[in-house]
């Protein structure tokens, strides 16, 4: 049998299209570089001093991991060295990463990232991520500014996420479809096991974080008690599957059939995750995989984002899933509509 690696994938991919010049392409393979490293690091965290807390606070007002900060690092030094990215927004970091170094300092494009989500599930040896967004800047002279980086979700050029679990794949869209690559850890390569990701017909998941139940609009609450009708004609009740890990709900619910709902609540209208590094890849993804993602009443990819750190709130599954949670959001909760 004949396997297809992410190099190889990437290099035939990109003599499809005359007008690549390689700088993405070689960027996509600094991440899988990187995405290597943390691997290492996860599988071994039981045995090595990388579990537990850092010491410090992120931007978000959460403490970092050991892992959290190693993930980080590993990201930020293989895209350095690259040299394809200029500048980039990370969870982890209050204002952007400028990378001024001669070979970045020109390169085309800029990188948000969530470089290990779900790290609160590390020391429970459940499937955690890492999350990606690629756009291409918009100044052409000097450093790299944060204008690169608030541009709504449309105007991605690359997205996808790193799973580390069972076995830990990369899956990423440049916009013509999603496919995912198992690491075989015997030779250290990603390879190609999931081409042309779909969501399947049958899709009977919904994941949410109940505990929250009571303080979730209207509109959220009416759609879980759909989910949980019984109704041959649609395959109802749904199964409820909720990790607590993004990636790893994301994941499962492409492959398996489902959606993924993390509402605003009454005392946080925008909900918990960010826009620019955890919603708008997970949208673009779920887009190219034949879904849709919205914030209860818009497309995901289209909101303008304000900060670097902008939080939104996001519904993003199979369309005719995410069509009906967002005709009872605007049926029940209006209030929650975006100004």
Do not use: W
Request: proline share 4%.
């Amino acid at each position: 049998m004949k396997f297809k690696t992410l190099t190889e994938f990437i290099i035939e991919k990109q003599a499809e299209y005359p007008q690549a010049s390689g700088e993405l392409s070689r960027l996509l393979s600094d991440i899988g570089i990187a995405a290597k490293f943390v691997n290492r690091e996860v599988n071994r965290a039981g045995l090595g001093d990388v579990m537990g807390y850092a010491g410090e606070v992120n931007v978000q007002g959460e403490e970092q991991k050991k892992l959290d900060v190693y993930a980080n690092d590993q990201f930020i030094a293989a895209l350095k060295s690259g040299g394809q990215c200029c500048a980039i927004g990370s969870e982890e970091n209050e204002e952007i990463i400028i990378l001024d170094n001669d070979v970045s300092r020109h390169g085309k494009y800029v990188v948000a990232m969530d470089p290990l989500d779900g790290s609160s599930n590390i020391e429970s040896n459940v499937s955690i991520g890492t999350l990606f967004s690629i756009y291409r800047r918009r100044t052409v002279r000097g450093n790299a500014q944060l204008e690169d980086f608030l541009q709504p979700g449309r105007n991605l050029v690359a997205a996808g996420y790193v799973i580390y679990g069972s076995s830990t794949m990369l899956v990423y869209t440049t916009g013509y479809g999603v496919n995912g690559f198992t690491l075989d850890p015997s030779v250290g390569l990603f390879i190609l096991s999931h081409p042309d990701m779909k969501y399947p017909e049958k899709c009977n998941i919904y994941s949410i974080n109940e505990a929250n139940y009571f303080s979730f609009p209207e509109g959220v609450r009416k759609y879980i008690h759909y989910c949980q009708e019984e109704d041959a004609a649609t395959n109802r009740p749904y199964s409820t599957r909720y990790i607590g890990s993004m990636v790893a709900d994301i994941h499962r619910n492409i492959i398996r059939g489902g959606i993924f709902l993390y509402p605003g609540t009454t005392k946080s209208k925008k909900g918990k995750l960010r826009l620019l590094y955890e919603c708008c890849p997970v949208a673009f993804l779920a887009e190219q995989a034949g879904g849709k993602a919205s914030d209860g009443f818009r497309r995901i990819l289209d909101i303008q984002p304000a900060m670097l750190h902008e939080r939104s709130p996001i519904f993003v599954g199979p369309v005719k899933m995410v069509e009906q949670a967002e005709n009872l959001m605007r049926l029940y909760s209006s209030e929650f509509k975006p100004d």
